[in-house]
């Protein structure tokens, strides 16, 4: 029977869930593998908190470089997540010549290209599969499932706190502050929540999909990426009204040879499969050139599902012992990222209009001046000579020419405050 020593650094959620994950389906493990995975040690700050858990004298620690200098370790889990000592001490893991896994997505956005390659030069693996939508296995579906394919496009609600705010907001009219505090009470928000509702965290795991089914460099800084604090329940009653769903979506695909890579809320017809994923739930629709569409869903935090994911790559680590390993993110693309400006899609506006004749053929004048075709217009409510809201649906309009439109509309005299702009999904023409 072969053995793999582990060493965990960072006891918290996830680390408690990977520890419980090992310790409860050991024999499991060890049936289906033939591997004993072995905690050998446990680093944190805090080594007095009761976590529930039984361990043996001696193995939690507080010094993470204790499991690092320790020869009989093979693995490193880190799982203390942000920018800070996370990446000395997976840089220092690697050095050594040991495996690490990670659920650290904030890092491997920012410096994954650094990490990786040192992983590759000393010949090691870095997981990170539980750094993508917590437990649904995302990272081996395209890095392995689905690897015959070109991947056409990637469409995925991957972050549990902002669809559980645009879910209660939507179904529940309850308030975004209360809904974002419910989701930090629940333990799924980031540390500091503008990471969640902002769309950072969002964006940190979009970039780790794209450098994988593009094949490019880790480019995180070049993804746009918009949050959901501005979403009002107005918009969600119009959005509903008009038979969509507002949903944070993380969008990367291929347009004329050029990867998309962005961030932003996004009208879902209701009908669609990706709709219906409500509450802390993640869903990512894949689509490849072979396969065809394809739809994944689950937890995407907490301590059980990410933990989950971190015990895969252990496994998966612990098998190919003695193999040589590729690097799971080794760019070899070329392909260009798309600017924002140059992206098509069908869009939603809400003006706030002076509600009197001629406001609506200045409204739509505009709009034509810059190309943009208008599917349909509704003024909501009639008060004459007062401010109503003018909600716009168009065709397929390029992103440049809606920024030029709009930004005269909302100069206009019988316009006021800010409009409100939203991609659509649908039937594109
Ligand atoms: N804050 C994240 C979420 C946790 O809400 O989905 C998992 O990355």
């Given at each position: 029977?072969?053995?793999?020593?582990?060493?965990?650094?960072?006891?918290?959620?996830?680390?408690?869930?990977?520890v419980?994950?090992?310790?409860?389906?050991?024999?499991?493990?060890?049936?289906?593998?033939?591997?004993k995975?072995?905690?050998?040690?446990i680093?944190?700050?805090?080594?007095?908190t009761d976590?529930g858990?039984?361990?043996?004298?001696?193995?939690?620690?507080s010094?993470?470089?204790k499991?690092?200098?320790?020869?009989?370790?093979?693995?490193?889990?880190?799982?203390i997540?942000?920018t800070?000592?996370?990446?000395?001490?997976?840089?220092?893991?690697?050095?050594?010549?040991?495996?690490?896994?990670?659920?650290?997505?904030?890092?491997?956005?920012?410096?994954?290209?650094?990490?990786?390659?040192?992983?590759?030069?000393?010949?090691?693996?870095l997981g990170?599969?539980?750094?993508v939508?917590?437990?649904?296995?995302?990272?081996?579906?395209?890095?392995?499932?689905?690897?015959?394919?070109?991947?056409?496009?990637?469409?995925?609600?991957?972050?549990?706190t902002?669809?559980?705010?645009?879910?209660?907001?939507?179904?529940?009219?309850v308030?975004?502050?209360?809904?974002?505090k419910?989701?930090?009470?629940?333990?799924?928000a980031?540390a500091?929540?503008t990471?969640?509702?902002?769309?950072i965290?969002t964006?940190?795991?979009l970039?780790?999909i794209?450098?994988?089914?593009y094949g490019?460099?880790?480019?995180?800084?070049?993804?746009?990426?918009?949050?959901?604090?501005?979403?009002?329940?107005?918009?969600?009653?119009?959005?509903?009204?008009?038979g969509?769903?507002?949903?944070?979506?993380?969008?990367?695909?291929?347009?004329?040879?050029?990867?998309e890579?962005?961030?932003?809320?996004?009208?879902?017809?209701?009908?669609?499969?990706?709709?219906?994923?409500?509450?802390?739930?993640?869903?990512?629709?894949?689509?490849g050139?072979?396969?065809?569409e394809?739809?994944?869903?689950?937890?995407?935090?907490?301590?059980?599902?990410?933990?989950?994911?971190v015990?895969?790559?252990?496994?998966?680590?612990?098998?190919?012992?003695?193999?040589?390993?590729?690097?799971?993110?080794?760019?070899?693309?070329n392909?260009?990222?798309?600017?924002?400006?140059?992206i098509?899609s069908?869009?939603?506006?809400?003006?706030?209009?002076l509600?009197?004749?001629?406001v609506?053929s200045?409204?739509s004048?505009?709009l034509?001046?810059?190309?943009i075709?208008i599917?349909?217009?509704?003024?909501?409510?009639?008060r004459?000579?007062e401010?109503?809201?003018l909600?716009?649906?168009?065709?397929?309009?390029?992103?440049?020419?809606v920024?030029k439109?709009?930004?005269?509309?909302?100069?206009l005299?019988?316009?006021?405050g800010?409009?409100?702009?939203?991609?659509?999904?649908?039937?594109?023409?």
């Amino acid at each position: 029977m072969q053995t793999t020593n582990i060493g965990i650094i960072g006891f918290g959620t996830v680390g408690s869930g990977t520890v419980r994950i090992i310790l409860e389906n050991s024999d499991l493990i060890k049936e289906r593998t033939g591997i004993k995975l072995n905690i050998k040690g446990i680093a944190d700050l805090d080594i007095k908190t009761d976590r529930g858990i039984k361990l043996p004298k001696g193995t939690l620690v507080s010094d993470a470089n204790k499991l690092i200098e320790d020869p009989e370790i093979d693995i490193i889990i880190e799982l203390i997540g942000g920018t800070g000592p996370a990446k000395d001490l997976i840089l220092a893991a690697i050095d050594k010549g040991k495996h690490v896994v990670t659920a650290n997505k904030a890092l491997l956005a920012t410096d994954g290209n650094e990490l990786f390659s040192a992983a590759q030069t000393k010949g090691v693996y870095l997981g990170f599969e539980a750094s993508v939508a917590g437990g649904i296995p995302i990272i081996k579906v395209l890095k392995e499932g689905l690897s015959a394919n070109r991947i056409l496009s990637v469409y995925g609600i991957i972050n549990g706190t902002s669809n559980y705010i645009l879910t209660r907001m939507s179904e529940e009219k309850v308030d975004f502050d209360a809904a974002l505090k419910e989701a930090q009470e629940l333990g799924y928000a980031e540390a500091d929540p503008t990471f969640d509702i902002e769309g950072i965290d969002t964006a940190h795991k979009l970039a780790l999909i794209s450098s994988l089914v593009y094949g490019i460099p880790l480019s995180y800084e070049k993804i746009y990426c918009e949050g959901i604090s501005k979403i009002s329940t107005l918009d969600i009653e119009f959005a509903a009204e008009l038979g969509y769903k507002i949903k944070l979506l993380a969008i990367t695909k291929i347009s004329d040879g050029d990867v998309e890579m962005r961030v932003h809320p996004t009208m879902v017809p209701v009908n669609y499969m990706i709709a219906k994923v409500d509450g802390v739930f993640n869903a990512i629709y894949v689509e490849g050139d072979a396969v065809g569409e394809t739809l994944y869903y689950g937890r995407g935090a907490g301590d059980m599902p990410t933990g989950s994911a971190v015990v895969s790559d252990i496994i998966d680590i612990a098998m190919k012992k003695g193999s040589s390993y590729h690097d799971p993110l080794r760019p070899y693309g070329n392909a260009r990222i798309k600017s924002i400006d140059d992206i098509e899609s069908n869009y939603y506006f809400r003006f706030t209009a002076l509600d009197k004749p001629g406001v609506l053929s200045r409204v739509s004048g505009i709009l034509g001046s810059h190309g943009i075709s208008i599917a349909s217009v509704i003024q909501k409510g009639r008060r004459e000579g007062e401010a109503v809201p003018l909600v716009v649906l168009t065709h397929k309009s390029r992103e440049s020419n809606v920024k030029k439109a709009i930004s005269e509309i909302d100069g206009l005299d019988v316009v006021s405050g800010s409009s409100v702009v939203m991609r659509v999904e649908g039937d594109e023409d």
